[in-house]
């Protein structure tokens, strides 16, 4: 059950062996569909583009994250939502967990 407006994390990990540590701004659990979305705010300049977008550390880091973290929940969905562009602020990123274990590796 997520209950906090924003959830800090430490992933150790022993093989392969990394260290990821940081904060989620905003986890929002929907219970009826097993879904966490993960709200990341923005004040860039810019929105991200191509590759910058479809595959981004940050938002595969979320995944994992969020993974560890809840690991019942069956669908992770990563919204960066752009301060500066009111009318259409969010991008949406949502990774297999093939993708995953490839960002892990």
Known sequence: MIDKPEQDFEIENKKPKYNIKGFIDKPVQFKSKNTVEVVDYKSSKAKFRGEELTSNVQAMMYTLAAKKLWPK??????????????????QELEFSNEQIKGFEH
Do not use: A, E, N
């Not at 929940?73 to 969010?90: A, D, G, T």
């Open 73 to 90: 929940l069956k669908r992770i969905v990563v919204k960066f939502l752009f301060l500066r562009f009111p009318r259409q602020p969010v």
